[in-house]
Each structure stands twice: as structure tokens, then as C-alpha cells.
């Protein structure tokens, strides 16, 4: 990108590191310690007439170096170390190669082992739980270590380098917004578009993950359905369809203005959902199982030098089936579920290829940075067994593969894994395959097949590509860091008037030119829902946690669980790559330290209480984010209402009133909470009334009413009962028209916390995913009468 000497974005700089003079860069300029940059005063004086004025504007000053760098931070989720054929995976990675031929790549890299953790701190610099993100958005809590809200005392890149002059820009997938916020009318505050976060343009999704067919998307502050009406849609291309326009845009009309973008898919995690030609690309590559896959993988990854030649492949945990465990029957089922993922991750890779081109394209890619983080946390275990229903995982719901398998067939049999029929993802094993060397898996904060992710960075204008792995030890958390230095910024003491909290993370620049240079950054803490680790100095001292992802249901011991009880390990990294050589036995004394040191940082860093993310997720899910009302009034315009912030049909004793106009001809959905993968509707159609609960696809509860519908003005109520002190809770269901009962029934289990994570619930209509495959092919089958009033009451 250049610049010419009168540009406003040119500006004269005074200092700068070694590091950053190495690579050519610009010099410094004075700190800003306040943000945003006063006004520019006026250097034309004023008169009581035109020719009694003098016009002399002063020169607009920039508050970036000549030829500041496009930024381009590329995130994928859900996918572990091994994956990528870059460094030895068995998924074709082109884009992930491109970048790492181009620049430098990172074998030591760490993120936060779980998605809004991660991504909190990657844009803000500071600890996860500094920010208010030790859990995800949709099961934060009151702890300010887990509130699921970005204080104003840390401030976002996007704010920051906003005020510096960049454009900025966010795709895909977002979560970092308190879940109970999202509906479309606000706040917005914590929206990624908001005032309080600071990016000029976002298209994506709030929540933690999304239908990849049929996405509730937000662009800006504005809720949009961009696939209806739409057969070949997919939002990974979508969004980089919108991307690539934006980078163009800017280009055009800011030629001189560089810019920052976040570009974050919901790739790859669940719900596996891809075109069957990709899937088809990795027909018969699993057939031999997770446990060969690995050893595969580890022997190309040492033949590639990606790991050290002495690191050790650690075993298969106790808890996780061998692929000889499964039975024939079931491997067919098994091995397409990683097919789809596979052609889903590098349909997700070549998606990020397509910003690459699109810098080639207009000749700015030579002055892009580039940082392709592989993932924001490992592999995904939440598959456990192999499902077509990812979600009965996080609801504590086990269920059985043969039912999986049964409505699998039921619906076209393998073919129809990753289609908008199933929200499929699959089996632990494959995820812990995905994380070779390392033991474990995502959620897991002690071990590095939870925490450790490839990072590539290139910038070819100033980094001169080169093979060599850095071995430096770092975290998303020195993303920003790095970006400040290679601006040569201060972190602020003040944006918008606030005080801000210090920086945690380190710069890596110093890394660039120097591959074996020893590691500036010497801690680092590592905690979600109770597993944890310290990391200082080469060391790292592990405590597991208590919950194991890929075991299905809630475990009952760990309602008392306490972190007091948890058995340390000890990790000498500097001669155990891969965390195979347990020594806490043998050197009592160190572990003690780093667990000390363990316990002053999570209490500066509101890491307190330990295992605090469990509140919502395991111990009181009724606390989980969610509309505080008790009574809610809609009509028939309101739709589309995010499932988080909308009335708990599923989980809660509720009643349901309806005021409608029915006619003999009536039909469409009276009100659907969910989507294909889970939820709850009620539909008129042929003169009845008929309900569904559908529990995750492995259970539909279909009650009819029993005589047809009178027409004219009708009352319609449905009552919903949970049984106490059972988990899963059974429901019973009663229906009744003008008072009298038309339909009863009992729904033998229901979710605990919700049946979607970005679907919605509606009046009148299912908008995206439909809840029953009674009415899939007519989607939205929106009600052609009259709903004046539907009314929701908590019985409980």
C-alpha cells in the first residue's frame, strides 16, 4: 500500500526496537497515553466577513507510521494440532501452507482450550478471566472472572487501532457477547459493531456456533436470514463473499487506510455441515480408525521437523474407546462423520485462501500481516460417542449410537451426515487423533491437546520466510501486543475516559528475525471449568479437572467435586515436548512452586472461584444467561428472537396461550422454538393442531389434537409440567382448545439448558432451521391467518 509524503495517514516517527528496524519498519512516535486523539484545531481565523478571514487548515496528522500494515487475523475453531497436512495432518491445508511458505510458523503457540475464552483474549491482550470470560457467553455467571462481558477497562484492538486510523472489520463467528443481549433490539453495546467493542463492520453470528445452511446472521446491529430461498448456500462462503467485498471496498475508497480484520468461521466446529463432494474427497482415508490416524500423524510431524525428534506420543486416556472397540456395525457410521468434518475443515482453509487471493488481487498482500491462528482451542470431544445431534453433549444427555444410527437411516442414511437434516459430529476418538502428540482434547486446560494451537504468520514486506519452527513458548494473548509493537503504539492508560487494565500478554516480534531467541514470555496460566496449568520458565504443573468431555451425561461426583482434591502433575517441556513424563513424584518442590504461583495469579487474574465455569454449565443451569422476565406478550411480527433471550419452553413448567383466527383452511406454525437438531413447535394444519418436541433428533414426542379445530376466534393453550429432582426431567403435555383438552402426552427427557445455540424462537412462522420434518420441506411454513396475541407463563 503507498502512501504519498501529504497523505493525512503519513507521519514523522522517533524511535523504534532493534527487532522492528531489522524489518524495516517505520520509526515511533510519541505514546498516545489517551484515547481517543484530541481534534485537530483549526488554523483558520475567523472574521466578522469572508474577506475580513484568513483560511489556513492545518495539516491532518496521522497517528499511524508511513505504510502501516493491513492486519488480517485468520482463526479457525474447534480444530487440534494434528490436523493440519502443513504439519503433518492428514486435511489438505493449502491455504494454512501458503501462509507458512510465505512467512514463519509457531510449534509453541497457546490459546485458552475453549471459544469465547480464547477469542476475549486474543482481541484485548489480557487473561480471559481479567476480561470476564472463564466460560462461554451463554453459560457466564455473576463472578467478574465469568460475567461474559469485555470490561471497558480492556479495550479491543478494534477500538484501539480505530482510533489510530485503521478500518476494521469482523466475520463469522463472534461470541463475546453476553447471550442474553442479542436480540434485535439490543443493548449493542457489547455487539462486536458497538460503541463499546469498536469495529466499523461485522457479519456473523453472536453465538458460540451455528447451522452452516440456515445461520441467524447479524450484519452490524441488524438480524438477517441471507440463505433463505437460497439451495447451494453456505455461510463459510458467505462470509468470505462479505469479507473479500469489504477489503475491496476499502481499498477503493481509502486506498491510503489500511486495515484490520478478524476473520473467524464457524469452521470447524459443530455442527459438521458441508457440500457432500467435499466429504467425498476423504472417502476411505479414515477406514483404519483413530489409533492408526495418530501414529501416522506423529511420524510424519517428526519427519517434517514440526515436533522434536525425541517427543513422545502419550497413550490413549483410560476413558476413550479404541477404534477396535467399535463395533463393525458402527464403523461405517464413524468413518463418514470424520469425512464430513474433514472436507469441512479444508473447505474452511480454502475459504481463508480466498483473502489471500483477494490481497494478491489488489496488490496489498506485500504490506499484509497475516496471522493464521489454527484454532482457538483443540479438537472438539463433545461428539463423544458419535452424534447427529451435537448438543445432547452440553445438555448432559447420553444417548445411544444406535439411535444416532437409526435416525440416520431413517432420514437417507450416511449421505445424510453434514446435510441441513443433522447437526452431526463425531466421535471423541477422532478429536483425540486431532490433538496428536498431546493427551486430551478441547475444555481440557492441562494438558496441549487442549491448549496448543499451529500459528503461521507472514508479511512479506518485512519477514523473511524461513522453515524453522519458533520454538517460543506464547499465547493468543500476544497477538495484540505484537500488533501494537510492530506499530510502535503504547497501550493506552485511557480509552473513552476509562482507565485501562495492563496488558498481559507479550510482544513476539522479537521472534520474527530470530528464531531460537530464548522466550520473552516466562508465565502463563491456563483454567476452564476446573482444569488448569501453570506454565513458568520451561516447566508446567497440570491439575486435569473434573470433567471429561468425552464421557457422556453428568458424572454425580462432580456435584461435590472441589479443586483442593485434584491430583498435580509435572512437565519438564524443556526435555517433554508432548507432556508423556509425569514428574511430580520426583520433584515435589518445583510443583509445589508453580502451584503456587498457580493460585497468585488466578486470584489477580478473577480466576476465582477455581472451576467457576461450572456454576451454569453443571451445577445450577437455571442460572445460565437468559430473559429474566416471567411473563412474556408477543405478536405475530415478532420473530426470529434468539433462543437465549426467548421464553424457556423446553426446560421450564410453562403455559402457553394462543388468541387466533382459524378458518377451515388454516395451516402453518402457530410458534416453533429451535431448529431440525432440537426444539419444540406447534402447527395447524388439515383443521388440527399438532405439537412436537423433539429432543436432539434421537426422540420426537408428536401429539395431535383429537377433533378439528372450531374456526373463527379460538383460544389455544398448551401446558407444560417438569417433574422435580429428575435430570433429564420428563414433561407432560397437555392441549387444550377453548378449555377443553384436545391432546396430552409425555416427553420422557428435555434439555437442561437449551436446544440451539443461534436459532431462534418465532410467532407465526419457524424462521431458519424448522424444528419438525413434518414441515421441512415448506419452511418457514408461516401461518396465513391471524395470531393477535400469544402469552407465555412460567409455572415454576
Given amino acids: 500500500m503507498k502512501r504519498s509524503p501529504s497523505h493525512p495517514f503519513r507521519a514523522r516517527w522517533l524511535g523504534v526496537s532493534t527487532t522492528l528496524l531489522m524489518l524495516g519498519a517505520p520509526a515511533a512516535a510519541p505514546a498516545q497515553e489517551s484515547l481517543p486523539f484530541p481534534l485537530t484545531p483549526s488554523g483558520s481565523k475567523a472574521g466578522p466577513t469572508i474577506a475580513e478571514s484568513t483560511y489556513s487548515p492545518l495539516p491532518v496528522k496521522s497517528h499511524l507510521p508511513a505504510n502501516a500494515p493491513n492486519i488480517v487475523v485468520i482463526m479457525l475453531d474447534d480444530v487440534g494440532p494434528a490436523l493440519p497436512s502443513t504439519f503433518g495432518g492428514v486435511i489438505d491445508t493449502r491455504t494454512l501452507s501458503r501462509v507458512a511458505g510465505d512467512g514463519i510458523t509457531y510449534n509453541r503457540f497457546h490459546n485458552a482450550a475453549m471459544c469465547s475464552p480464547t477469542r476475549a483474549a486474543l482481541l484485548t491482550g489480557r487473561n480471559h478471566h481479567r476480561v470476564g470470560y472463564g466460560q462461554i457467553a451463554e453459560l457466564a455467571n455473576d463472578w467478574d472472572g465469568y460475567s461474559g462481558r469485555i470490561p471497558r477497562t480492556s479495550a479491543t484492538a478494534a477500538k484501539v487501532l480505530g482510533y489510530y486510523g485503521y478500518a476494521t472489520s469482523a466475520f463469522g463467528k463472534w461470541h463475546n457477547t453476553p447471550a442474553n443481549e442479542t436480540t434485535a433490539v439490543g443493548p449493542y453495546t457489547n455487539w462486536p459493531a458497538g460503541q463499546g467493542i469498536g469495529f466499523d463492520y461485522f457479519y456473523g453470528f453472536l453465538a458460540g456456533e451455528s447451522s452452516q445452511w440456515e445461520p441467524a446472521v447479524v450484519e452490524n446491529t441488524v438480524r438477517v436470514n441471507p440463505s433463505e430461498g437460497k439451495k447451494e448456500y453456505h455461510f463459510t462462503e458467505d462470509m468470505t463473499d462479505k469479507a473479500v467485498s469489504w477489503m475491496k471496498q476499502i481499498h477503493a475508497l481509502t486506498p491510503d487506510r489500511p486495515f484490520f480484520m478478524y476473520w473467524a468461521p464457524g469452521a470447524s466446529h459443530g455442527p459438521h455441515h458441508i457440500f457432500k463432494e467435499w466429504a467425498n474427497k476423504y472417502e476411505g482415508k479414515f477406514d483404519e480408525g483413530w489409533d492408526v490416524m495418530r501414529e501416522r500423524v506423529f511420524a510424519r510431524q517428526k519427519e517434517l521437523g514440526w515436533i522434536p525428534k525425541d517427543t513422545e506420543l502419550t497413550p490413549r486416556p483410560k476413558t476413550l474407546a479404541a477404534w477396535a472397540d467399535i463395533p463393525e456395525d458402527e464403523k461405517p457410521f464413524q468413518r463418514r462423520l470424520m469425512e464430513v468434518f474433514a472436507g469441512y475443515t479444508e473447505h474452511a482453509d480454502a475459504q481463508a485462501g480466498r483473502l489471500i487471493d483477494a490481497l494478491d488481487e489488489l496488490g496489498i498482500r506485500d504490506n499484509t500481516l497475516v496471522f493464521y491462528i489454527w484454532g482457538d482451542n483443540g479438537s ?30 431413517e ?19 477422532w478429536a483425540w487423533a486431532g490433538s496428536t502428540p498431546y493427551r486430551s482434547t478441547k475444555l481440557i486446560a492441562a494438558h496441549f491437546g487442549g491448549t496448543r494451537t499451529p500459528l503461521a504468520v507472514s508479511w512479506p514486506s518485512r519477514i523473511k520466510p524461513d522453515k524453522t519452527p519458533r520454538p517460543q513458548f506464547h499465547h493468543v494473548n500476544d497477538i495484540l501486543p505484537t500488533i501494537y509493537d510492530v506499530l510502535h503504539i503504547k497501550p493506552p492508560k485511557l480509552v473513552d475516559g476509562v482507565t485501562q487494565d495492563p496488558l498481559d500478554g507479550t510482544s513476539m516480534t522479537y521472534s520474527f528475525t530470530s528464531p531460537m531467541e530464548p522466550d520473552h514470555k516466562k508465565e502463563q496460566y ?10 513458568k520458565d520451561g516447566w508446567i504443573a497440570s491439575a486435569f479437572g473434573p470433567r471429561v468431555p468425552w464421557q457422556a451425561g453428568v458424572d454425580p461426583s462432580i456435584m461435590t467435586w472441589t479443586p483442593k482434591n485434584d491430583v498435580w502433575e509435572l512437565y519438564d517441556l524443556k526435555k517433554d515436548f ?6 511430580a513424584a520426583t520433584n515435589p518442590g518445583k510443583l509445589d512452586e508453580l502451584k503456587k504461583a498457580f493460585e497468585v495469579s ?3 487474574n478473577k480466576a476465582y472461584p477455581i472451576g467457576g465455569g461450572l456454576w451454569s454449565a453443571v451445577f445450577h443451569p437455571e442460572d445460565a444467561p437468559s430473559n429474566p ?12 428472537v434468539p433462543e437465549f433471550t426467548a421464553p424457556q419452553l423446553g426446560s421450564r413448567s410453562n403455559l402457553v396461550i ?3 383466527d382459524l378458518q377451515a383452511n388454516s395451516k402453518g406454525v402457530l410458534y416453533a422454538l429451535g431448529a431440525v437438531s432440537g426444539g419444540v413447535a406447534l402447527w395447524v394444519e388439515n383443521g388440527k393442531l399438532s405439537y412436537e418436541y423433539n429432543l436432539f433428533e434421537v426422540e420426537r414426542t408428536r ?26 426431567a420428563p414433561l407432560d403435555i397437555v392441549v387444550r382448545v377453548d378449555g377443553k383438552e384436545v391432546a396430552k402426552g409425555r416427553v420422557s427427557r428435555s434439555t437442561a439448558i437449551g436446544f440451539t445455540a443461534n436459532d431462534a424462537f418465532d410467532v407465526g412462522r419457524d424462521s431458519y432451521s424448522p424444528v419438525s420434518l413434518a414441515y421441512f420441506d415448506r419452511k418457514p411454513f408461516v401461518f396465513n391467518g391471524k395470531i393477535q396475541r400469544l402469552k407465555v407463563e412460567y409455572l415454576d
Fill in 658 to 660: 394462543i388468541d387466533a
Fill in 411 to 429: 432420514l437417507g442414511g450416511l449421505d445424510v451426515l453434514g446435510s441441513p437434516k443433522v447437526d452431526n459430529m463425531y466421535h471423541a476418538g
Fill in 526 to 535: 491456563f483454567e476452564v471449568m476446573g482444569s488448569r496449568a501453570y506454565y
Fill in 380 to 409: 472438539s470431544a463433545e461428539g463423544q460417542n458419535g452424534t447427529i445431534s451435537e448438543l445432547l453433549a452440553q445438555n448432559g444427555i447420553p444417548s445411544d449410537v444406535k439411535d444416532h444410527i437409526r435416525t440416520m437411516n
Fill in 629 to 640: 422476565a416471567k411473563v412474556f406478550e408477543f405478536t405475530q411480527e415478532v420473530i426470529a
Fill in 602 to 604: 488466578a486470584k489477580a
Fill in 578 to 583: 508432548s507432556q508423556a513424563k509425569d514428574l
Fill in 703 to 728: 401429539l395431535e389434537s383429537s377433533s378439528p379445530l372450531p374456526t373463527g376466534k379460538v383460544k389455544i393453550e398448551v401446558e407444560t409440567r417438569k417433574a422435580n429432582g429428575v435430570r433429564p
